[in-house]
């Protein structure tokens, strides 16, 4: 006698509790809720926890979806283990290595994808610190938790040869960013001159004093490489005044 298998308690839910059959019932993503389309990006759940209970519990682990797009495929492993640790009777089982680089690719495909849109729309000269910021925050993410370096080269007409480049990641207060990294990309691009920036995490765009010695540290190797250094942006949040200090424009460094 064939044993019958017992069916699954996600297979007895109904279509519409289902994510891919809610999909395809309303013919488009639009409209579902962050949890389905997550479950669908998952595949499949763990044993005692089907995919829909797991995808709330993963967006659960980050307080919303927002901090989980911002993660790379690390970040997202490291605060799967956070929580599991603490919710010892509710884990987050069945998400490894090769899930969280599958979903950080998705994340990333989606970012790199709003990137190209905004660049559209940037300025194609730099006339000013305002000009500048717009290429910078085209490649930050507000609300990451580190400081990154960027460099944006320049032709004789202050034109950018390239997007903005991140040369460091540092830590949660600094970022180890020095004249050998700028300067590399300043001179594999043949730049005329180059304008650098990082983000606050804190959203408050005041520099430090290291940022005030980096600065100087920058415009010394210029002079010796002959690739002049026009400004230091810190960005902060958007909505603190203009959401950047420009080093040059504050007179706080003299160029």
């Known amino acids: 006698m064939v044993k019958k298998r017992r069916e699954s308690a996600f297979a007895r839910l109904s279509p519409d509790a289902k994510p891919r059959e809610r999909m395809a019932a309303l013919g488009t993503a639009r409209g579902m809720r962050p ?41 997202l492993m490291a605060r799967i283990g956070e929580y599991n640790k603490a919710h010892r009777d509710s884990r987050i089982l069945g998400i490894g290595r090769v899930k969280c680089m599958e979903l950080a690719a998705a994340f990333e495909f989606v970012r790199l994808a709003y990137e190209a849109k905004v660049e559209d729309d940037l300025p194609a000269e730099i006339a000013d610190g305002a000009d500048a910021a717009k290429w910078f925050r085209a490649r930050m993410r507000f609300g990451d938790d580190r400081e990154h370096f960027f460099v944006l080269p320049l032709d004789a007409a202050h034109k950018p040869l390239s997007q903005a480049i991140c040369v460091s990641s540092g830590l949660l207060n600094g970022t180890p960013a020095g004249a050998r990294e700028v300067f590399a990309q300043a001179v594999q691009w043949q730049a005329s001159s180059i ?41 902060g949040s958007p909505g603190s005044g203009t959401g ?12």
């Open 35 to 75: 949890d389905e389309l997550l479950a669908i990006l998952l595949k499949t759940g763990a044993k005692g926890c089907n995919v829909c209970e797991l995808s709330r519990r993963l967006i659960s682990a980050f307080n919303g979806i927002g901090e989980m797009i911002r993660c790379d495929w690390k970040g």
């Open 195 to 235: 304008i650098v920036a990082h983000n606050h995490p804190s959203g408050d765009p005041t520099p430090s004093g290291k940022d005030i010695e980096l600065t100087k540290e920058l415009l010394a190797a210029s002079k010796v490489l002959h690739i002049p250094l026009l400004d230091h942006l810190v960005i």
């Open 244 to 255: 950047f200090i420009s080093l040059r424009q504050s007179g706080i460094v003299k160029f």
